[in-house]
């Protein structure tokens, strides 16, 4: 069994770190929905960045965590529970060599989750599987990743019977990374806050604490979605290295676009995480005795929200018309700036997307009153009539102390529809 | 040539809350080869039909049954006469 428990979530930063890599909470909605944008332009060979990006956080990490552990067995073992605590499924490496070989598998977050929420699909969706298994080879046997070939041959996604991943030797055929830099992190500020009765701190402790494990087929069932403990700089290399090549191949426009697509993912997370998290027994328990006013239930999900790894958010202002969300250490920017340096634009979309989300769950959604979380209430909250909208108005990636989110209070335009166009830039 | 802008807002009442911008990623290669600058936002404020090329249209309303998960309608895709 792996327990992320005994890596110790740090409360002065809000994150967890396993290997040297960041671990943070993510649900299938929100996997899949990123992934799907990314695969929307199909003009870019998405493919070889979603195996690469895998392929270098678990090699990075497993080759961290098994420095310790010279039996084949052993390391093996590791793997296939790390794997599954993570929620990603169940593997089992007893068929590999130093030359590969075939995994075969019934259960994959990504397939599973795929189905789920998008239906059958035309394509393996299992990319992430396909590179952590990638880095896991060359991690065990201590072989460099360049030298390692992974592809998925076939998907219960899309009506097999299960996953099929293939490993072999030769020249890597997923893209390969300049190497990260060190992290590096701002001290979280003393901010003023307004005053609430709601003990952030103790519902951070409460969360983190929580165990999250895995069911007999290796994903996270809690809230209502299938989380991941995911590794941050996944999600930041497959957003940034597809943005990159957005803006080779389209300039400002193909950003722009991207940029929209990756706030959407945000609101997607937001309204399915936070609405779960907000809708759940555990809520009801730990954090409803503490709310008075409805602002409450911001500085209440903020509390959570600080327990996912995601860095440390806090509430500058919060009012039925808009609120401010700072942010030390956001994982975007923190993992933009190990990958590319100083960015000359924002790049805390998920961020960005996740607190226009929370306010509209509070504000215009009434989670309060635990509605369903349907895709008819996702279309009223992000689609239609008022709702929130954010931007941001400061990002560390881009040299800030700290990353600024404001969201506020948007009118329906003619038609009905939400107004487009909401800056992204900071 | 029919009005994109017609497959445009079919997308956005029938699709999911960005179809516009899920169209505009899929065919943005297209948008850059023609030369043309098309967001959500300018579509949304667009109050005439838009001259595009051929191909570029064709291209949106492929994407826009990719999208949505259903053809565009007929009369949608009627041609119009074109002063272009």
Known sequence: MFDFAEFGYDFATDRLVVGGESMILHCHHYNCFLQRSIQDAE???????LVGAAAETAFAQLTNLL?????????????????????????????ITPEGGEV???????????????????????????????????????????????????????????????????????????PRRDVVLVAVGNDPEPATSV?????????????????????????????????ADYYNRISFAFEQQMTTLAGRQGVDVAAKLFIEAGHVCAFNTFGGIMTSAEWDALVLPMLATREDWVFGIVGCVNALGWGTWKVLDVTPNGATFR?????????YRRMYGTADHGISYLATGGAAGLMNLVYVGDIR???????????RLFKRGRGFEARMTACQATGDPYTEIRAELAEAVQGGHRLEGASVSA | MFDVKGVFDWAKDNGEVKAVDRILIKVMLLLIKNKV????????????????????????????????????????????????
């Open chain 1, 43 to 49: 003009y870019i060979d998405s493919a070889p960045i």
């Open chain 1, 327 to 335: 942010i030390y250490n956001d994982y975007e920017s923190v993992g």
């Open chain 1, 104 to 178: 075969r598998t019934r259960s994959t977050h990504y397939s599973t989750g795929w189905k789920e929420k998008f239906g059958r699909s035309q394509t393996p969706v299992a990319f992430f599987s396909t590179g952590f298994l990638a880095g896991a080879l060359a991690a065990i046997y201590r072989l460099d990743p360049a030298n390692v070939q992974a592809s998925q041959t076939a998907c219960r996604s899309t009506g097999a019977d299960e996953d099929v991943f293939s490993l072999s030797r030769g020249p890597a055929n997923f893209a390969l990374f300049e």
């Open chain 2, 37 to 84: 600058t098309l967001t959500a936002a300018t579509i949304d404020k667009m109050e005439t039909r838009m001259a595009l090329p051929e191909e570029l249209t064709a291209a949106i309303a492929r994407a826009a049954e990719e999208v949505v998960g259903k053809p565009v309608p007929d009369f949608l895709l009627a041609r119009e006469a074109s002063n272009v």
């Open chain 1, 67 to 95: 420095s310790q552990t010279p039996d084949i067995s052993a390391r093996k073992a590791t793997v296939e529970a790390l794997y599954r605590a993570s929620g990603f499924g169940l593997i089992d490496l007893n068929t």
């Open chain 1, 369 to 379: 009153q635990k509605p369903d979380l349907t895709p008819e209430l996702y279309n």
């Open chain 1, 199 to 231: 003990n952030r701190e103790g519902i951070t402790r409460a969360v983190a604490g929580m165990p999250l494990p895995g069911n007999a087929a290796g994903l996270i069932t809690a809230f209502g979605v299938y989380l991941t403990r995911m590794y």
